[in-house]
C-alpha cells in the first residue's frame, strides 16, 4: 500500500503541525472527533484546552488540579488571596483581619453589597455575608454550630434544629472527602468559627498558626452560599451543591458536559472588576496530544501541559502566532519508602536505593529541560527555600549503592499511579528507568500500575502491600506547612497523602515551631531544619522540581499564572485578529 505520508515527508518544509502529526502518528481526521463548541463563543471567547482527569466543581472535596485551579476559581471567591507568590495574603472577600496577642483568635472583616450569582437553578435574596463564611468553613470541619449562631435561628423556622445542623455539612450530602483540609488537619487547628456581626466573623485556634492565613487563601478554601445550602437541604438535595455551582467569582456556569467542556459566562454583577472576555470554554481534551492538536487547529487559544518531548519543536517555532509561558512551580516528584514494611525502616537501605537512582538520568530522559533534579524538599519559588542549604547527600553512586544492595538479594515491590501530572507527566517510564537502575544494583524490582481509587481502596483496607510507590505533590501556596506537613507529617501518617507512612518527633517539632512564630525569617529557618531531617533520614527520594507550560496564542494578552497553578481568566484580554 502507497504510504500516505510519502508526498508529506518529501516535502522542503515541514508545517510545525505536520510535524507533531508525524511524531504522535496521528492522522488529520482524529480532529474530527473533537466536541463541538457553539460558533458564538469560538468567535467571542477563549478557549482553553485543559487535562481531563476528572472534574467537581467543588473544590472543597476536589484532589484533581484542573478542578481547582482552572473551573473553580472562576466561579468563587475565598477570604484571602496569595499575594505576588509570597508569604503575604491580600483581601479578596474580606476586607482584612487582626489577629489577638496570643496569637489564638483570627478576626476578619468582610466586604460588603458582594452578590451571589443568580442561576437556573438559584435565585439568590440577600447578598454575601459571616452567615456564608461559617457555613463554609464549618462545612470541612463537620461540626454542629452553637444554638445562638444566625445560621441555627434561619434552619430553626425551615424546621432544623441545632443538634441536626451536622446534616448540612456532611451528612446529607453525599459521603464526600475533603482531601486538602484533612491532609493539613484543620478540624486540630481550628477550636471554632462564629459570626460576632453581620460582616466580622470569629476563627478561635486551639494554638498559634500563623500558616491559617495561607490556608484561608487557598484554592480548597471557597466561599458557599449558605442560603442556597439551606435550600438545598430542605429539598434533600445537598450533593447538588457540588453539581451546580452559586458563587461570588468573575464567571458563573453556563454549561458542562462531561468528558467534553465546561462553559462559563462573565457574571454581570460581579463586586470586582469585571471580566474582560464574555466568554470561556474549559475544553477537557483526554490526552497532551489532543490538545496539541486542537491548539494548531485553532480550536483553542491556550493548552496546558504540552507533551515535553515536543517542546523543541514548539520553541523552533515560536514566532508564528503563539509563545510559550513559563511559570515555576511548587511541585515535586518523588519515591516514597513505605515504613509499614520492616525493610524500608532501614536507613542503610534506603539511602542505597537513593545512591542507586540516576536522578539526573530521569529529569534529561522525561522532561527535556523542563525540569531540574530536586535535591530540596522545599521548592525554589517558596518564600522558605534557602538556596546555601546543605544539599542532598545520597545522589548518584552506583558502586556504593551495588555494594550495599547486591549481598542482600532484595524483591521490591513498586506501585505506580498511572495518572500524569505537572510534577510527572510520565510516570510509566519512570517507574521503569527506576527499575533498571535497581536492577543494575542487584536488586529486583516489580512494577505495579494502580489507579488512585485503587489506591484509597487499598490504604483504606490495610492491604497495600508496596515497599515502594512513585508519587509527588503539587503545592496550592508558598507556605512550607502545605508541601511537608501533609506528605510526612505524624498527624498524616496514616492518610493517603503521606504514602511513606513516616513519623518523626524531631521532624514534628520543627514544623510546629513554624507555626508558632509570625516572622518569615524564623518560620523559614525552622522549615529548613525540619527539611534536613527529612534529606538525612530519608523516607522519600526527592526527584524533581517541574516547570508549568502553558501555550499560548498571541492574541491572548494579561496571563499571568501562579506558582500553584491558578490562572484568573478574567485579567485576560483577546486581541482583535486583523481580518
Do not use: C, M
Given at each position: 500500500m502507497r504510504n500516505s505520508f510519502l508526498p508529506f515527508l518529501m516535502s522542503k518544509r515541514l508545517s510545525l503541525r505536520g510535524l507533531l502529526l508525524i511524531a504522535l502518528g496521528i492522522s488529520s481526521l482524529s480532529l474530527q472527533a473533537a466536541p463541538r463548541i457553539p460558533a458564538e463563543v469560538l468567535n467571542n471567547g477563549l478557549v482553553y484546552c485543559a487535562s481531563n482527569t476528572g472534574l467537581s466543581f467543588n473544590p472543597q472535596s476536589a484532589e484533581d488540579g484542573t478542578s481547582m485551579n482552572i473551573v473553580t476559581a472562576q466561579i468563587y471567591n475565598r477570604l484571602f488571596a496569595i499575594k505576588k507568590n509570597s508569604d503575604k495574603v491580600m483581601p479578596e472577600l474580606a476586607t482584612g483581619y487582626s489577629m489577638s496577642a496570643d496569637g489564638k483568635t483570627l478576626l476578619i472583616y468582610l466586604r460588603h453589597h458582594v452578590k451571589f450569582q443568580q442561576t437556573p437553578w438559584f435565585t439568590p435574596t440577600r447578598n454575601f455575608n459571616a452567615d456564608d463564611v461559617v457555613f463554609s468553613l464549618n462545612r470541612m470541619l463537620g461540626r454542629t454550630l452553637d444554638s445562638a449562631h444566625p445560621t441555627s435561628k434561619i434552619l430553626r423556622k425551615l424546621g432544623y434544629y441545632p443538634g441536626l445542623q451536622i446534616n448540612i455539612y456532611h451528612q446529607q450530602a453525599k459521603k464526600i472527602r475533603f482531601p486538602y483540609f484533612q491532609s493539613i488537619k484543620l478540624n486540630e487547628k481550628i477550636q471554632s468559627i462564629d459570626a460576632i456581626g453581620k460582616y466580622t466573623v470569629r476563627i478561635r485556634l486551639y494554638t498559634p498558626d500563623y500558616?491559617?492565613?495561607?490556608?484561608?487563601?487557598?484554592?480548597?478554601?471557597?466561599?458557599?452560599?449558605?442560603?442556597?445550602?439551606?435550600?438545598?437541604?430542605?429539598?434533600?438535595?445537598?450533593?447538588?451543591?457540588?453539581?451546580?455551582?452559586?458563587?461570588?467569582?468573575?464567571?458563573?456556569?453556563?454549561?458542562?458536559?462531561?468528558?467534553?467542556?465546561?462553559?462559563?459566562?462573565?457574571?454581570?454583577?460581579?463586586?470586582?472588576?469585571?471580566?474582560?472576555?464574555?466568554?470561556?470554554?474549559?475544553?477537557?481534551?483526554?490526552?497532551?496530544?489532543g490538545r496539541m492538536l486542537k491548539f494548531l487547529n485553532n480550536e483553542c487559544q491556550i493548552a496546558a501541559t504540552p507533551e515535553l518531548s515536543q517542546l523543541e519543536i514548539l520553541e523552533q517555532s515560536r514566532g508564528r502566532n503563539y509563545y510559550l509561558h513559563e511559570a515555576e512551580s511548587m511541585n515535586l516528584a518523588y519515591l516514597a519508602f513505605n515504613f509499614h514494611k520492616d525493610l524500608m525502616q532501614d536507613e542503610r537501605i534506603r539511602r542505597a536505593i537513593s545512591q542507586a537512582i540516576n536522578r539526573k538520568r530521569i529529569v534529561n530522559a522525561l522532561y527535556y529541560g523542563n525540569a531540574s533534579v530536586a535535591n530540596h524538599l522545599i521548592p525554589n519559588t517558596s518564600w522558605a527555600f534557602q538556596p546555601d542549604v546543605h544539599p542532598f547527600d545520597y545522589g548518584y553512586d552506583p558502586v556504593q549503592a551495588r555494594k550495599i544492595l547486591a549481598p542482600l538479594h532484595l524483591t521490591l515491590n513498586l506501585w505506580v499511579i498511572n495518572e500524569e501530572h505537572v510534577y510527572n507527566p510520565s510516570p510509566i517510564s519512570m517507574a521503569e528507568i527506576i527499575q533498571y537502575d535497581l536492577n543494575k544494583a542487584g536488586v529486583n524490582v516489580k512494577i505495579r500500575y494502580i489507579t488512585r481509587p485503587f489506591l484509597n481502596q487499598h490504604l483504606e483496607d490495610d492491604t497495600a502491600d508496596y515497599d515502594l510507590i512513585l508519587t509527588g505533590w503539587l503545592s496550592n501556596n508558598l507556605d512550607p506547612d502545605n508541601f511537608m506537613h501533609p506528605i510526612l507529617s505524624c498527624s498524616t501518617q496514616n492518610d493517603v497523602t503521606n504514602l511513606s507512612h513516616w513519623c518523626n518527633a524531631d521532624f514534628e517539632y520543627k514544623l510546629k515551631q513554624a507555626l508558632l512564630s509570625n516572622k518569615t525569617a524564623q518560620r523559614a529557618t525552622f522549615y529548613n531544619q525540619a527539611q534536613d531531617i527529612v534529606l538525612n533520614k530519608l523516607p522519600i527520594i526527592p526527584i524533581a522540581n517541574v516547570k508549568r507550560i502553558l501555550v499560548v496564542k498571541d492574541r491572548v494578552r494579561g496571563l499571568n499564572s501562579m506558582s500553584y497553578g491558578n490562572i484568573q481568566f478574567s485579567a485576560l484580554a483577546l486581541k482583535t485578529e486583523a481580518k
Open positions: 500558616s491559617i492565613l495561607s490556608h484561608l487563601a487557598s484554592q480548597y478554601a471557597i466561599i458557599f452560599s449558605q442560603e442556597y445550602a439551606t435550600q438545598l437541604d430542605a429539598d434533600d438535595n445537598l450533593s447538588n451543591l457540588d453539581i451546580f455551582p452559586v458563587g461570588t467569582g468573575p464567571y458563573q456556569l453556563n454549561s458542562f458536559f462531561r468528558n467534553q467542556y465546561v462553559r462559563l459566562v462573565r457574571n454581570k454583577h460581579y463586586w470586582g472588576k469585571k471580566a474582560k472576555i464574555k466568554n470561556v470554554v474549559i475544553d477537557l481534551s483526554n490526552n497532551q496530544s
